[in-house]
């Protein structure tokens, strides 16, 4: 039986490669796997904004921005949003602001110079729309927070690079994180919008 077999491969492996075919294209690799990794991108800092607004004395809008911080996302499989914000780097246009705003009674800059963010799930709504949840740490407290961020787009850049943009508008608040000063008075309000767009490059 054997003998008659191994005769029959012989005769017809020919012909089936005459016509176009393999016979080890019917046989499965059974070391094949299939995986689909995110795309990375690193935070462009010149191209991305971290900026918030408050209410002042209860009757209008006061408005400042991070200018130093860094961080990546990944869009696809395995998204992930991480950022770090240098607390000393707040910026509100008045120097004298500036300082009591790094000093003990707000972001305490000297003791905790870092605020961190770091996603733990990111749900694609479809439509570039994610729901993101994560840990923002401020003054050395780690709280869970949830928001909406869009992706503005993504594309190649006329640099021989590629980029992706996202976007997120949500509300926290100060008091959470033990940042209580004013608000007994109205002075600063305890919420605080932010608003933050990135722009990352393909890593």
Same mark, same amino acid.
């Given at each position: 039986?054997?003998?008659?077999?191994?005769?029959?491969?012989?005769?017809?492996?020919?012909?089936?490669?005459?016509?176009?075919?393999?016979?080890?294209?019917?046989?499965?690799?059974?070391?094949?796997?299939?995986?689909?990794?995110?795309? $990375?991108? $690193?935070?462009?800092?010149?191209?991305?904004?971290?900026?918030?607004?408050?209410?002042?004395?209860?009757?209008?809008?006061?408005?400042?921005?991070?200018?130093?911080?860094?961080?990546?996302?990944?869009?696809?499989?395995?998204?992930?949003?991480?950022?770090?914000?240098?607390?000393?780097?707040?910026?509100?246009?008045?120097?004298?602001?500036?300082?009591?705003?790094?000093?003990?009674?707000?972001?305490?800059?000297?003791?905790?110079?870092?605020?961190?963010?770091?996603?733990?799930?990111?749900?694609? $709504?479809?439509?570039?729309?994610?729901?993101?949840?994560?840990?923002?740490?401020?003054?050395?407290?780690?709280?869970?927070?949830?928001?909406?961020?869009?992706?503005?787009?993504?594309?190649?850049?006329?640099?021989?690079?590629?980029?992706?943009?996202?976007?997120?508008?949500?509300?926290?608040?100060?008091?959470?994180?033990?940042?209580?000063?004013?608000?007994?008075?109205?002075?600063?309000?305890?919420?605080?919008?932010?608003?933050?767009?990135?722009?990352?490059?393909?890593?």
């Amino acid at each position: 039986m054997r003998t008659q077999t191994l005769l029959a491969v012989l005769v017809i492996a020919p012909l089936l490669t005459g016509l176009g075919f393999s016979l080890d294209a019917a046989q499965p690799d059974a070391t094949a796997t299939t995986t689909t990794a995110g795309t $990375k991108y $690193k935070i462009d800092p010149g191209h991305s904004h971290v900026l918030f607004r408050t209410t002042h004395l209860g009757l209008s809008y006061a408005h400042g921005r991070f200018k130093t911080f860094s961080g990546k996302f990944t869009l696809g499989d395995g998204a992930s949003i991480q950022m770090e914000i240098v607390a000393g780097s707040v910026d509100t246009q008045n120097e004298k602001r500036e300082g009591h705003l790094t000093g003990p009674d707000f972001f305490n800059a000297g003791e905790y110079p870092k605020i961190t963010f770091v996603s733990s799930a990111i749900e694609d $709504k479809g439509d570039g729309k994610y729901t993101v949840t994560g840990t923002l740490e401020l003054l050395g407290k780690p709280r869970e927070i949830s928001f909406e961020a869009i992706q503005i787009g993504e594309g190649d850049d006329p640099w021989g690079g590629y980029r992706a943009g996202l976007h997120a508008s949500f509300t926290i608040k100060r008091s959470d994180f033990g940042m209580n000063w004013g608000i007994d008075t109205d002075s600063v309000g305890d919420e605080v919008l932010l608003e933050i767009s990135v722009e990352g490059t393909r890593e």
